[in-house]
């Protein structure tokens, strides 16, 4: 089983930048596409950006001229570089993944790292 591992949240003020990372430890035949949503509490986990195994990227409206999605297929790892944030960023960040295993196919989560916005 594929399990994902976050890092680089943390408290920015608006307008900086952050960088998230997620790597994808276990075996697989293939990690194909990766992604991050987020959550705030009490409410519903939303996409952020995905990207695929070859590199076709979707991007949610909100975050779409800010956040840059890239992934390093030889690292297993998926990025989200977030810039110019704002206060509405604030939430869990979760990222995830489609995994293709020995025998069967499924999507697995990391645990969530927090990102604030605030001045």
């Known amino acids: 089983q594929v399990q994902l591992v976050e890092s680089g949240g943390g408290l920015v003020q608006p307008g900086e930048s952050l960088r998230l990372s997620c790597s994808a430890y276990g075996s697989a035949l293939s990690i194909d596409a990766l992604g991050w949503y987020r959550q705030t509490p009490g409410n519903q986990r939303k996409l952020v950006a995905t990207?695929?195994?070859?590199?076709?990227?979707n991007y949610a409206n909100s975050v779409k001229d800010r956040f840059t999605i890239s992934r390093d297929n030889a690292k297993n790892t998926v990025y989200l570089h977030m810039n110019n944030l704002q206060t509405e960023d604030t939430a869990a960040y979760y990222c995830y993944a489609e995994v293709t295993g020995q025998d069967h196919n499924y999507i697995t989560w990391g645990r969530g790292t927090q990102v604030a916005v605030s001045s």
């Open positions: 990207i695929s195994i070859g590199g076709t990227t």
